[in-house]
């Protein structure tokens, strides 16, 4: 059972570089997710794609985050010029339909550090 | 979708029911009651999901109140590994995203 994958594990980064992330979504799933998590805190939502579309974004996907879903299949999520706030785990989740009744699948996440 | 609240923290002893309660008082007709974990270092994980109707699954149950204006979450016995934060979670059909709020902090002891 091959479930969602996002690589790297962990990225430790200089303020002001860039860094990119990618997630891998169970196969055949038409919906793909990125959340943020901060320490102590629920998931918040950033973004969705329906196949390659991206559908909606949320207020915290500042303009330095850009995700991209090309061919609808994995995903990258890509941080310009990160700054200290940007420290959080990226989590990558996906879902058959987006049907109020289908589960969202995560992967383990993506721990950034800004040093 | 509408809100949902939990207490912060719960605890059980090992090999003991668990009874995880959640209220959403503002649900409306068409919300599915989803229930997500995340043990640590790890991404949430899917627990169960309900609409109306009492739910079992192999990890969980789910009893859901007949005006649908609270949940409980039912681990059978808890173990060690059990030990997360449990998240309950609203899902209407306008929603895309899941709204995770705080959960509640599962500590399961020996």
């Known amino acids: 059972d091959t479930g969602v994958s996002q690589d790297p594990r962990h990225k430790i980064t200089k303020r002001g570089q860039n860094v990119t992330f990618r997630c891998d979504p169970i196969?055949?799933?038409?919906?793909l997710y990125w959340y943020r998590q901060t320490l102590g805190q629920g998931p918040e939502f950033l973004t969705y794609f329906q196949n390659e579309a991206q559908l909606e974004k949320s207020r915290l996907l500042s303009d330095r985050f850009s995700a991209e879903r090309p061919k609808g299949s994995f995903s990258t999520l890509e941080i310009q010029r990160t700054e200290q706030g940007d420290s959080a785990m990226y989590l990558c989740?996906?879902?058959?339909?987006?049907?109020?009744?289908?589960?969202?699948?995560f992967g383990d996440g993506t721990r950034l550090s800004i040093l | 979708d509408a809100k949902t609240t939990q207490p912060n923290s719960m605890e059980s002893n090992e090999e003991e029911p668990v009874h995880l309660p959640c209220n959403h008082s503002t649900i409306s007709g068409t919300d599915y009651i989803h229930w997500y974990r995340q043990l640590p270092s790890q991404g949430p994980e899917y627990v169960i999901h309900?609409?109306?109707s009492n739910v079992n699954n192999r990890m969980a149950s789910l009893a859901i109140a007949e005006d649908r204006k609270s949940s409980t979450l039912i681990l059978h016995r808890a173990t060690l590994r059990d030990a997360a934060v449990y998240y309950c979670?609203?899902?209407?059909?306008?929603?895309?995203?899941?709204?995770f709020g705080k959960g509640t902090s599962l500590l399961v002891t020996p």
């Open positions: 196969s055949e799933h038409n919906r």
């Open positions: 989740a996906s879902s058959l339909t987006g049907a109020s009744n289908q589960p969202q699948h």
């Open positions: 309900g609409l109306t």
């Open positions: 979670i609203l899902r209407g059909n306008s929603g895309y995203a899941l709204n």
